[in-house]
T-cell receptor, first 117, second 114 residues
Framework: GAVVSQHPSRVICKSGTSVKIECRSL??????MFWYRQFPKQSLMLMAT?????????EQGVEKDKFLINHASLTLSTLTVTSAHPEDSSFYIC?????????????FGPGTRLLVL | AQSVTQPDIHITVSEGASLELRCNYS??????LFWYVQSPGQGLQLLLK??????LVQGIKGFEAEFKRSQSSFNLRKPSVHWSDAAEYFC????????????FGAGTRLAVHP
């Protein structure tokens, strides 16, 4: 299957700093990527839909000025957590839509664990 | 409101035993249905999906799932569990016609005893 990578896999930062997480589709072009957040022992919650060349669509309750999304190319979307605080500590997972087959498929990245001290 | 319910938070089975993980959904129409597996610290891997047609769906790693419209259920099954199947399993739904918004259940954590 298709591969989606995320970088970094783990990041620790100080409160008040910004952190950028990259999501790449390695062997296919993804016009749409999704960003999810997962708290410990909980399910994934969709944060936003990232569309190549246009603004991201955020889910209700997600602060777009805090979680900046850029989808500048067909293989890369970035999530920047601005002025991070301890409550932003979480597991962030991206996914990418693959339209190459007869049926659309969505592939997930391995996730990025963010710890804000 | 659209929702996915996985009634079992945690399940423990012996290696070689059969497994069934339950999933019920609440949706206006028959959605697209998925099962994903997540190993510790990892992303999600698609096990199988149902869009239409045959209600018994075969997936990877020996898993299958059966869609029952009358019960709004999409239970995941495996006849013989292996120790490597220990992981978190998520049921998810999406609007018919696309992946625009995947709605996940809370997950079921599977432990396998030797």
């Amino acid at each position: 299957g298709a591969v989606v990578s995320q970088h970094p896999s783990r990041v620790i930062c100080k409160s008040g700093t910004s952190v950028k997480i990259e999501c790449r589709s390695l062997d296919f072009q993804a016009t749409t990527m999704f960003w999810y957040r997962q708290f410990p022992k909980q399910s994934l919650m969709l944060m936003a839909t990232s569309n190549e060349g246009s603004k991201a669509t955020y889910e209700q309750g997600v602060e777009k000025d805090k979680f900046l999304i850029n989808h500048a190319s067909l293989t890369l979307s970035t999530l920047t957590v601005t002025s991070a605080h301890p409550e932003d500590s979480s597991f962030y997972i991206c996914s990418a839509r693959d339209f190459r087959g007869l049926i659309e498929t969505q592939y997930f990245g391995p996730g990025t664990r963010l710890l804000v001290l | 409101a659209q929702s996915v319910t996985q009634p079992d938070i945690h399940i423990t089975v012996s290696e070689g035993a059969s497994l069934e993980l339950r999933c019920n959904y609440s949706y206006g129409a028959t959605p697209y249905l998925f099962w994903y597996v997540q190993s510790p610290g990892q992303g999600l891997q698609l096990l199988l999906k149902y869009f239409s047609g045959d209600t018994l769906v075969q997936g990877i790693k020996g898993f299958e799932a059966e869609f029952k419209r009358s019960q709004s259920s999409f239970n995941l099954r495996k006849p013989s569990v292996h120790w490597s199947d220990a992981a978190e399993y998520f049921c998810a739904v999406a609007p018919p016609g696309g992946y625009n918004k995947l709605i996940f259940g809370a997950g079921t954590r599977l432990a396998v005893h030797p």
